[in-house]
């Protein structure tokens, strides 16, 4: 299964500690309550590993990774169910939450 049969554009967050990322291709835009006006972004590389899509690139406290898998998943603070769960790596912190194609609108159960 090709990396393209995720969508293009995902949307990823998650809560405690509130964080956010908008995946478009191989490029990352990471957002947290305090940076929604500026976003940092990265460049990297999207490919399939193990049915799971990686986004990818940076190196040492710049590394990353997005780490996006089928299966349904729960914010934890919603009844809003989500079509993959989302792991964030950002150089030594990670962040857990769920993801959604943007142009799918999310319904409450």
Same mark, same amino acid.
């Given at each position: 299964? %090709?990396?393209?049969?995720? @969508?293009?554009?995902?949307?990823?967050?998650?809560?405690? %500690?509130?964080?956010?990322?908008?995946?478009?291709?191989?490029?990352?835009?990471?957002?947290? @309550?305090?940076?929604?006006?500026? @976003?940092?972004?990265?460049?990297?590389?999207?490919?399939?590993?193990?049915?799971?899509?990686?986004?990818?690139?940076?190196? !040492?406290?710049?590394?990353?990774?997005?780490?996006?898998?089928?299966?349904?998943?729960?914010? !934890?603070?919603?009844?809003?169910?989500? @079509?993959?769960?989302?792991?964030?790596?950002? !150089?030594?912190?990670?962040?857990?939450?769920?993801?959604?194609?943007?142009?799918? %609108?999310?319904?409450? %159960?």
């Amino acid at each position: 299964m %090709p990396a393209e049969d995720f @969508p293009a554009t995902l949307q990823a967050s998650g809560t405690e %500690p509130f964080w956010g990322v908008r995946a478009e291709g191989g490029k990352l835009s990471y957002t947290t @309550p305090e940076t929604m006006d500026t @976003p940092r972004t990265f460049e990297g590389k999207r490919e399939l590993q193990g049915g799971a899509l990686i986004v990818h690139g940076g190196e !040492g406290d710049g590394a990353f990774k997005l780490t996006i898998k089928r299966g349904e998943c729960s914010d !934890g603070m919603s009844d809003l169910r989500h @079509p993959f769960s989302a792991d964030f790596v950002l !150089g030594k912190d990670t962040f857990k939450g769920c993801a959604r194609d943007l142009a799918v %609108p999310v319904e409450a %159960p």
